[in-house]
Structures are given as structure tokens and as C-alpha cells.
């Protein structure tokens, strides 16, 4: 399976548009855009509207980007989830986890 990575960066908010599938064979393609998220990044946003699959390997990576928000202090934000990928990030915790470490953000 693939996934595609379109960047877009209109001044401090950056947004990651996702297309695909995000799992064990396409999650270092994220990894390739941590290192332009850095002290400038106020807000990063991921854009999941076109991604049709996601497995625990893609909630690890999920999951990653909520640490780094805390480490760089940019906000972030999830938007475009299917039923699918809503339901698992719910069911792993992945929202309270989001919740949590941004109240200390910003």
C-alpha cells in the first residue's frame, strides 16, 4: 500500500495531508517531515480526510506526534477522521492522550 504526504504551511500552521493507508509500510514516510516541524511551528495540523486505513504502527506514529507537540509546544490538531480511524483513536486512548499533554502547550 502507499501514502502520500502533501505539505502545506501558511505562516506558523503547518498541515500534513495524509492519502492512503498510514501503516507498518508508510509510517517513515512521516517521518521524513519531523524535522521541519521545529521552534517556528505554532500549529500543526494532520489532515487524515483521504486515508483509508490506519493500524497500530499508524497510532504509533499518531501517538508520536502528540509527544513532539509537547517537546516543540505547537498545538495540534486531527481533522478529517473516518468512522474507522475515529473509533480506533477513541478506543486506544489516543484522544485523552492528545487532551492531556496539550493542556500544557500554548
Known amino acids: 500500500m502507499n501514502l502520500t504526504i502533501q505539505q502545506e504551511k501558511i505562516g506558523n500552521v503547518m498541515t500534513l495531508h495524509l492519502k492512503g493507508v498510514l501503516d ?5 514516510k512521516i517521518d521524513q517531515y519531523l524535522p521541519l516541524i521545529n521552534e517556528s511551528i505554532e500549529k500543526l495540523i494532520v489532515d ?5 486505513f ?3 504502527t ?3 506514529t499518531v501517538m508520536a506526534l502528540i509527544f513532539l507537540s509537547a517537546d516543540h509546544q505547537f498545538k495540534l490538531e486531527f ?4 468512522d474507522m480511524t475515529d473509533q480506533i483513536f477513541e478506543m486506544v486512548g489516543v484522544y485523552q492522550v492528545l487532551e492531556s499533554v496539550q493542556r500544557g502547550v500554548g
Open 79 to 82: 481533522v478529517g477522521m473516518n
Open 54 to 56: 490506519i493500524d497500530s
Open 48 to 52: 487524515f480526510n483521504n486515508v483509508h
Open 58 to 60: 499508524g497510532v504509533g
Open 24 to 28: 507498518i509500510s508508510t509510517t517513515n
